[in-house]
């Protein structure tokens, strides 16, 4: 199973700006799917961002206007552009990508880069 990796990941204060990467190796030819999912302290994992290879992209509620997911299939990196970030923005972020190998259909997670946004 390939190995995605998170980088970008640090101490904000609020109202502050970071930009996530997501990097998955170039041997996978073709990734359907890559999203962000967040995991705040004590919480579960939500999904809160995600793209398609179409480019068709969807947020959840509480980043809209404030996220931009990106996403550049040349190189199969995906951005997460956080703006206006807010102490409930704080948690680990992780990155998932689905993609076709050998002509089955594979998940990927990354280890997770943490967000803390904190004054």
């Known amino acids: 199973q390939e190995q995605l990796a998170e980088s970008g990941g640090a101490l904000v204060q609020p109202g502050g700006s970071l930009r996530l990467s997501c990097a998955a190796p170039s041997t996978i030819f073709v990734i359907e799917t890559m999203a962000w999912y967040r995991q705040p302290p004590g919480k579960q994992r939500e999904l809160i961002a995600s793209?398609?290879?179409?480019?068709?992209?969807s947020y959840v509620e509480s980043v809209k206007g404030r996220f931009t997911l990106s996403r550049d299939n040349s190189t199969n990196t995906m951005y997460l552009q956080m703006n206006s970030l807010n102490p409930e923005d704080t948690g680990v972020y992780l990155c998932?990508?689905?993609?076709?190998?050998?002509?089955?259909?594979?998940?990927?997670w990354g280890q997770g880069t943490q967000v803390t946004v904190s004054s």
């Open positions: 793209i398609t290879r179409g480019g068709d992209i």
């Open positions: 998932y990508a689905l993609y076709q190998e050998g002509g089955f259909w594979l998940e990927s």
